[in-house]
């Protein structure tokens, strides 16, 4: 199992410009994040979705915009990039049961600098 | 807002020393979940404590959950090298029924050989 799939790996933005990163499971989950990972403030949560068709702000949603059009897809777009969303973003499913013993998959995360 | 705080933000270790790290929430968790991330890698799961006073352990790695279920703490016991990366706590928070774990700001911790 590939297990979750991340699209790019690496990018450079110039100020201004769109683009959408890419997640996709192969593990049948639920639900599924997007994150941001920055120096010193860990993991924030962006957007997430508890099944196809649904999506849901998260801690730090301006700027961005998802879409889940399918189950095992969550997009993540970012319409006007700015300096400000330099990060490296992760994206994570889970099962539908809360609190389940399995925990979050995370993907192998997208590093991307705008310039 | 909903936070868990977590210390120390740093540790260095001789290789073979123990090591701890601690998460704190102001108010009473479901659960606690623990991640391990390595560097330049993403976050993989390690653990789930639900119960009060709950210790779980993983080899080296002792897991505790609170009696009052509002902090939690891993130690790792004579660390390697193999166990360098940043230890997330993650909790739970449930917004208008949905549930979503926040994540600390994470332990990095280096070993030194």
């Known amino acids: 199992n590939a297990g979750v799939t991340q699209t790019p790996k690496f990018r450079v933005l110039k100020t201004g410009q769109s683009m959408t990163l890419l997640c996709a499971q192969d593990?049948?989950?639920?639900?599924m994040y997007w994150y941001r990972q920055d120096p010193g403030m860990g993991l924030r949560l962006i957007h997430y979705?508890?099944?196809?068709?649904?999506?849901a702000k998260g801690e730090v949603p301006d700027g961005y915009n998802v879409s889940r059009l399918k189950k095992q897809n969550f997009l993540l777009g970012l319409e006007s990039a700015a300096p400000s969303q330099t990060s490296v973003y992760f994206c994570?499913?889970?099962?539908?049961?809360?609190?389940?013993?399995?925990?979050?998959?995370f993907g192998s995360g997208t590093r991307l600098t705008v310039v | 807002g909903q936070q868990v705080m977590q210390i120390p933000q740093y540790q260095h270790v001789q290789e073979g020393e123990d090591f701890t790290t601690y998460c704190n929430s102001s108010t009473t968790l479901s659960n606690i979940q623990w991640y391990k991330q390595r560097p330049g890698g993403h976050p993989v799961f390690l653990i789930q404590?639900?119960?009060?006073?709950e210790v779980k352990k993983q080899k080296r790695l002792t897991f505790q959950f609170g009696e009052a279920k509002k902090n939690s703490s891993l130690h790792i016991t004579a660390t390697q090298t193999t166990d360098v990366g940043t230890y997330f706590c993650a909790a739970p928070f449930t917004t208008s029924g949905t549930y979503k774990y926040i994540f600390g700001t994470g332990t990095r911790l280096k070993v030194l050989a």
């Open positions: 404590l639900v119960k009060s006073g």
């Open positions: 994570a499913s889970s099962t539908r049961r809360t609190g389940g013993s399995y925990g979050y998959t």
């Open positions: 979705s508890v099944g196809e068709g649904t999506t």
């Open positions: 593990m049948n989950h639920e639900y």
